[in-house]
């Protein structure tokens, strides 16, 4: 445990909501253990000394597999990462494309691409620009998406009962067969459930800036909105 984490004591809640998305239903009491958690999303400073210690590369560092896009022109199979682009004015809302581009040499490091001289930024807002929640966390909503170690399932963790009706404890998927999005695009691709909206949600596109919602992500995918926090159990 380090320094900045906040400790989370053990306890029950009510996981989930009927009021918006559908896979955010049904309510259901879970019960976790306590754990620790990273008072804010992880920073560019903090990614810098990860990977200057250990020699980690990013997805976005890294040639995309061709085997794993067999339809694709080779010529685009680059490192890279998807940058958001804002429009000159409104626009039908039915393909991101229109806002969102692959950029080659796009990573951590250079967020917009490699011919821009912003280094170093890898998000809108810093962390900690707003205040903190009760429990003293910065960024739960807000800021980037952030990573969950979950797999993606239409009715999430949680969904059945321990024995004798106690409620589930620390429920997680932990399997990927029910995250493939079977039918489209990169349907082989697993995905994992990612949380806390980012800054580009808005009442008129996203609510999935509540505690209660999720969203799902291809793990091959890195774009300019993203980022994640630590936990210890």
């Known amino acids: 445990m380090t320094a900045t984490m906040i400790e989370i004591s053990a306890g029950r809640f009510a996981m989930g909501s009927t ?130 170690c979950d797999y993606y399932s239409p009715t999430g963790a949680g969904e059945t009962r321990s024995p004798c009706c106690a409620p589930p404890r620390n429920p997680r998927v932990e399997t990927p067969d029910a995250s493939y999005d079977v039918g489209r695009p990169g349907a082989h691709i697993p995905r994992r459930v990612i949380k806390g909206g980012s800054h580009l949600c808005a009442p008129s596109y996203c609510l999935r800036y509540r505690p209660a919602a999720r969203q799902p992500e291809a793990v091959d995918t890195s774009t300019s909105h993203i980022g994640f926090r630590c936990v210890l159990r």
């Open 19 to 148: 009021r918006f998305y559908p896979e955010e239903g049904p309510v259901r009491e879970v019960e976790v253990d306590a754990f620790a958690i990273d008072a804010g999303p992880v920073s560019v400073a903090e990614f810098g000394r990860f990977t200057a210690e250990t020699g980690y590369a990013t997805v976005a560092e890294r040639a995309p597999d061709p085997a794993d896009y067999p339809d694709a022109d080779p010529a685009l199979l680059v490192e890279g990462s998807a940058v958001f682009h804002p429009t000159p004015g409104p626009v039908p809302l039915d393909n991101p494309g229109r806002w969102w581009a692959y950029v080659p040499g796009a990573n951590w490091r250079h967020p917009w691409g490699p011919v821009h001289r912003r280094e170093g930024l890898a998000r809108h807002d810093p962390v900690g620009l707003f205040a903190a929640n009760g429990y003293g966390l910065f960024d739960m909503t807000g800021n980037v998406w952030e990573w969950t």
